[in-house]
């Protein structure tokens, strides 16, 4: 085993735990494409960030309503009702799973004798029915939300708080995202990284680079299990 083995490992939840797949089917409820998922998402990221660059705050579901509601104002021929809309969709959080790889991953990392976490730009709410759903809530020390540093990942007083509520330092814990940004934001607050792929194959040069790369969780534990 090797001596700079990570003692914790810290997980971001959207996307990497939770499919956020079946959303899709809600934008079709509201009269919407599908394919609006993706973008949505991607603008509440953006705002979150933005308002973290400039010393703002405000919590992923804020973010997410409007974010529904500027794009349905954009739609041509929606005419439908936006706060209602905006809604469903963030209704819909409750009724995710975990990726199929999840359950078995974080019980083999558990029993090999890593501390488990979790920092979410989400809500700690979200992400205990989301563990609970799939089995696994009671492999997690702490779960962490952007309302205690108030600020979003990839800022690092983010990555600080979650390693601080599990009493290690940085260099003691590595996160695992699927997101680059997310890989990249924890490595420049001092924390090792580990990405999961999820049929992705290009990381971005600009940033900093993980640790460990794999394909899912399941992939990740053969790793650092073997180590």
């Known amino acids: 085993m090797p001596a700079d083995r990570p ?9 990497t735990l939770s499919d956020l797949t079946p959303l899709s089917a ?6 919407a494409p599908r394919e609006l998922l993706p973008t949505w998402f991607a603008g509440v990221l953006r705002d979150g960030f933005a308002l973290t660059a400039v010393g703002a705050y405000a919590d992923f579901a804020s973010i997410a309503h409007d974010g529904v509601r500027a794009l349905l104002s954009g739609l041509e021929g929606w005419t439908g009702d936006g ?3 905006a809604q469903h969709i963030l209704d819909g959080f409750a009724h995710l799973d975990v990726h199929p790889d ?18 979410t730009n989400g809500s700690v709410a979200m992400t205990e029915r989301l563990l609970d759903k799939a089995g696994v809530l009671d492999r997690f020390e702490v779960l962490s939300d952007v309302r205690g ?9 983010a990555y600080h708080y979650a390693v601080e509520r ?9 996160m ?10 924890a490595r420049r607050a001092g924390l090792d990284g580990a990405w999961l792929q999820r049929g992705a194959s290009v990381y971005p040069r600009a940033m900093t680079p993980p640790r460990y790369s794999a394909q899912n969780l399941r ?4 790793v650092l299990v073997a180590e």
């Open 166 to 174: 599990v009493g290690v330092r940085p260099d003691q814990a590595m």
């Open 83 to 85: 706060e209602a809309a």
């Open 149 to 157: 540093p108030r600020c979003w990942k990839p800022a690092p007083a």
């Open 26 to 31: 809600r934008f079709e409820d509201i009269g």
């Open 219 to 222: 992939e990740l534990a053969d």
């Open 176 to 185: 695992v995202a699927v997101h680059p940004w997310d890989i990249d934001g």
């Open 102 to 119: 999840v359950p078995d991953g974080v019980r083999r990392l558990g029993e090999a004798g890593y501390r488990l976490t979790a920092m």
């Open 7 to 15: 003692q914790v490992l810290v997980f971001d939840v959207n996307e």
